[in-house]
């Protein structure tokens, strides 16, 4: 169901907006976390959420706004030192700006966005009033008690037959008395090895990993990137310039038809092909350039992972 009828194109304009300053804010963090004392980090980061509160007003995304309302006032505090930015503030910081990243991916898909979790809501508060949110202490590894005694036991040659060959070995009972258990038990077996060793392709109707009912979900998310005008410039320049070839060699064609194949006509022909070879060969680099993006967007978001990695782990990582 599309909740934001009539506003898709403020809908897409918004997500383009917001996600590349959301990006730039997670990229702020990090350098915050080296420098809480920069103002200029602080700033920056306030107006990021400030401007992204905005326009989730506009959309009338009150849970997104509510979110971003919250951090932007807890950096407020931070930038005009009512606050001092902590290891764990940070957590709790980090934390918002992953579920304002999930209130996009609703976004995307035409839906509002859920309530942020309480508990983050409860810790924004908490961090807003001075209260640092308490750390949580690495569990120390269990370290197994010495052994006081060694227990000589025999061998166990089924558990041994069942870690190599990976299946239980047939019971026998009564060898000698009923030795037709004996096939039947083995018969048994190997249907079984043949039942579940098939094939999920050879077996009728068989699907897999879906459920009767499941229906796959469709990504809504559109993909756009952003050009330079001066490489759109460049395209379209390039296009005109084919345009005004095609023209020449139409002209050249219906000359050549008519008769005159004298050498100045096949050299002009000539020069014509070569100069649009050219321009063909400049507009596929042109238009190469212009889907190509930096490639320091695919790297941007590692450092992200690597802090909230160590910070679980209780790690230093430079």
Not at 212 to 234: F, K, M, N
């Amino acid at each position: 169901m599309n909740e934001f009828a009539g506003m898709e194109e403020l809908l897409s304009d918004f997500l383009l907006e917001a996600g590349e300053m959301l990006s730039d804010v997670d990229s702020k963090l990090m350098e915050l976390e080296k420098r809480p004392d920069d103002s200029n980090l602080l700033n920056e980061i306030f107006r990021g959420f400030h401007t992204i509160k905005g326009g989730a007003g506009f959309l009338n995304a009150t849970e997104l706004v509510t979110l971003c309302h919250l951090t932007e006032n807890l950096f407020d505090k931070l930038r005009n030192r009512k606050l001092t930015l902590s290891a764990e503030l940070m957590d709790v910081i980090f934390a918002a700006t992953a579920d304002v990243r999930r209130m996009f991916d609703a976004l995307h898909q035409s839906r509002q966005p859920h309530a942020a979790p309480a508990q983050m809501l409860e810790d924004l508060k908490a961090a807003l009033s001075g209260k640092i949110v308490a750390k949580v202490e690495a569990k120390a590894p269990v370290t197994p008690s010495p052994v006081s005694c060694v227990q000589t036991i025999g061998v166990d040659w089924d558990a041994l037959y069942r870690a190599v060959v990976g299946t239980d070995i047939v019971e026998v009972v009564g060898v000698t008395r009923e030795p037709e258990k004996i096939a039947e038990a083995v018969a048994e077996e190997e249907s079984t090895k043949k039942a579940f060793g098939r094939r999920t392709e050879d077996v009728p109707g068989a699907t897999i990993g879906r459920r009767d009912g499941d229906v796959p979900i469709q990504e809504a998310r559109e993909s756009t990137i952003r050009v330079e005008t001066g490489r759109l410039d460049q395209v379209l320049n390039l296009s005109g310039e084919i345009g005004l070839t095609k023209n020449r060699l139409t002209h050249l064609r219906s000359n050549l038809l008519q008769g005159c194949n004298d050498a100045d006509t096949l050299r002009e022909l000539d020069q014509s092909v070569t100069q649009l070879d050219m321009l063909v060969v400049n507009l596929q680099n042109a238009v190469m350039k212009t889907r190509m993006q930096p490639i320091g967007r695919l790297f941007k978001k590692y450092p992200r992972l690597a802090r909230d990695l160590a910070r679980s782990l209780g790690k230093d990582v430079e």
